[in-house]
């Protein structure tokens, strides 16, 4: 159980994570910018 839950708080950190990267690079507006983020996240799936 409590490997289940470890597995599911770093999920959760990762997704906090990307979610924060998404926020900080769309506040910053660069095209180019944003769509060099979406490269690097399909890569890591």
């Known amino acids: 159980m409590n490997a289940f839950l470890a597995a599911e708080a770093r999920l959760e950190r ?23 983020l979406q490269r690097e996240l399909r890569r890591e799936d």
């Open 14 to 36: 990762e997704r906090l994570a990307a979610l924060l990267t998404v926020t900080s690079v769309g506040a910053q507006g660069g095209k180019e910018a944003i769509e060099r």
